[in-house]
């Protein structure tokens, strides 16, 4: 995810003012579909050969598994993002930072107008135990929900084994900036990552250092296209420089953004390579507001009110650079930090 390590010590915020739940329940695997059912709080989650089932208090409610697990790996490998993961115009949760909430309905206008929302707050360490369980679960042998469609086996029938391996993928977090001695390093043919064959034209080239005696280990450049041309994952930021508050969270998308992901600040977008269309929505209500086309070249500042999913037709390469101070989200609701960060 696109995150710092650590998490600011500012106190937990709790706008809906809801109690922690600490229900937790893992159910043994079904006779005839194989998989485990889980519970949190009155959340209970259960698959079959086709579908992920939520039910609520107020509801049941169906996704595809494809999408289900898609969207539940970008939540774990993320820590839950910047505020709100929605899995769908329905269900997902919504990050405080140490606490979170899980909802049914509760950014669905359609749903919270008639009554009919749902929403529980969690220890996101106890929470995630539960969501890690799932994923690890419901994912048989040969799918793996990073990877783009063309690139993976499938998701659905009967338990078949698992890929362990690729669900608890550790995401990139450099300290400082990818290749710096001692920080994440640069991708290679021979610690893993050959170039991806949609990006077999990216000019492999590194530029050459000649850093002043003594200063070898804080003079780096490498090359950011030729990094991404080697990512194995899609959809997944992550931290390759850092400047105190200041994160480049590059990333490269093929396919669909698994979420709906709903902005807790300001974020902005460069798209480095090819074309993402993005449908932007209101945050709170899912209201649709924008259809932003993308290209190569393009800058787009995505507002702190606001949900967004790209569509990635062919593997792009997306700079996503992320103001990760802890203290912004609260500032935005006190209405103490704006929700644009450019005013024409
Ligand atoms: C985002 O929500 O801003 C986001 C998430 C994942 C990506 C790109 C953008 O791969
Ligand atoms: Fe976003």
Known sequence: MAMKEEIGSTEISNPRGLPLETNFKVDPADNVTGYKSFQAGQFSFRRDEYFAYIET????????VDAFLRALM???????????VNFDPVFGTTNYYGEVDMFYGTLNEAYSSAGRDFVERFKADELMGIFKGIVSDWTNEGFDP???PRETGTPWGTKNGDNDEAVSRERVTARRMVGIPGDTPVRTDENGFPVNVMFDDVDQGQPEINAEPGFEAEVQAYNLFGYLSRSDVTWNPSVCSVVK????????????????HG????????????????N??????????????????????????????????KRSMLLVW????????ELIREGKAPNVSVQF
């Open 245 to 260: 508050d200041s994160l480049f969270c590059p990333t490269t998308e093929e396919y669909i953004l698994p979420v709906e």
């Open 280 to 313: 932007i929505k209101d945050g709170d209500t899912g209201r649709p507001k924008a259809v932003v086309a993308m290209k190569a070249g393009d800058v787009a500042c995505m507002p702190a009110d606001i949900r967004h999913q790209g569509f990635s037709p």
């Open 146 to 148: 990073f990877a783009a």
């Open 74 to 84: 970008r939540d774990v490998a993320w820590g839950f993002f910047y505020g709100t």
């Open 57 to 64: 208090p107020k509801g049941a409610h169906t996704m595809s």
């Open 322 to 329: 992320e103001n990760g101070s802890p203290k912004v989200p």
């Open 263 to 278: 902005n807790d600040r300001c974020e902005w977008f460069i798209q480095m390579s090819d074309q993402i269309t993005w």
